[in-house]
């Protein structure tokens, strides 16, 4: 897969096609997630174990060192177990309540970021990033159409993936800058596998053999780390070179939009968007806009933008 990487220096304007590229394709995971047929736990393992190969295999092609810079080896491991819980939650979401309840919890991870991002810079908190973060979260209500019917668990797992996504991002905005991409992703991805794993063993039932899985899911399992994982995760951790954390969470909550635009091109009958999706979309893109322009207009934070 010579070329899956970024280069390591891009221009402030290639990190944001970059990062919105990215997006697009982590806005499949929450419908391949949907579609896939075996249960949460597992098919986040499946996912992992993919990823952790296919990345391996990748360094080993290329002749790159699997050393990792010195003394990263806690901050990744502390990064891919979060990685690990926050995929466990968020897929759990899914599956208990709806891609829906999983998308309008999951767009709190702006609040979020804007709080957590600080104390690994160490800066102060923004305090237009907290009103930017709390204004996703209304323009996603508008595109998720969140029924209040939602369970309190459903609800519980989307917050908790939301945190967990804040924290781990925040985490690897510092780590992106220390090490080269591909060591960052195999060793948090293999942290990551380890704590799945290590969830399955506790819970102790519920695990689906690889010789039980359907050819389909098996595909799209393949889809789901290869397409939507390896790629997109290395490209971002370019992008952390060059724009914050903050900046690439927000950019994240566009995941509907875009889900929306690719359905409309491959299917032109599909119904139109209502006017809650347009107004929804439309202030995203405005905070987006307003936070860019506002991170051009004061100083950038250490080592980011």
């Excluded at 060192?65 to 759990?92: E, Q, S």
């Excluded at 999706?277 to 307003?290: E, P, V, Y």
């Amino acid at each position: 897969m010579p070329g899956t990487a970024a280069p390591r220096e891009i221009s402030r304007a290639a990190a944001y096609v970059l990062l919105h590229v990215t997006v697009v394709l982590w806005g499949l995971t929450a419908i391949l997630g949907r579609i896939i047929s075996i249960e949460a736990v597992s098919l986040v393992w499946y996912r992992l174990v993919l990823v952790v190969v296919v990345i391996a295999a990748l360094m080993l092609a290329r002749r790159m060192p699997l050393r990792p810079a010195p003394g990263t080896l806690g901050p990744y491991a502390l990064a891919g177990a979060l990685i690990g819980l926050h995929w466990l939650c968020f897929y759990g979401a899914i599956k208990v309540s709806g891609v829906a309840t999983a998308v309008i919890g999951l767009s709190t991870v702006t609040f979020f970021t804007a709080v957590l991002e600080p104390l690994v810079f160490g800066r102060p908190v923004a305090r237009y990033e907290l009103g930017i973060g709390l204004l996703v979260m209304v323009g996603a209500s508008l595109l998720a159409k969140l029924e209040v019917q939602a369970s309190a668990l459903g609800l519980s797992l989307a917050l908790g993936s939301a945190v967990l996504a804040a924290a781990f991002g925040s985490i690897n905005g510092s780590l992106a800058r220390k090490d080269r991409a591909e060591h960052v992703m195999l060793y948090e991805m293999s942290a990551a596998a380890l704590t799945t794993t290590l969830v399955l063993v506790v819970r102790g039932h519920g695990f689906v053999v690889p010789w039980a899985l359907s050819l389909r899911d098996a595909l799209l399992l393949g889809a789901l780390a290869v397409a939507c994982t390896v790629v997109p995760q290395l490209w971002v951790l370019h992008v952390l070179r060059v724009l914050s954390p903050f900046t690439v969470a927000l950019s994240v909550t566009l995941e509907p939009v875009y889900s929306l635009v690719i359905v409309l091109l491959a299917f032109p009958a599909a119904e139109a968007p209502s006017w809650r999706f347009l107004f929804g979309a439309a202030l995203l893109i405005g905070l987006i806009a307003l936070n860019a322009r506002l991170k051009r207009g004061s100083a950038p934070a250490p080592a980011a933008a």
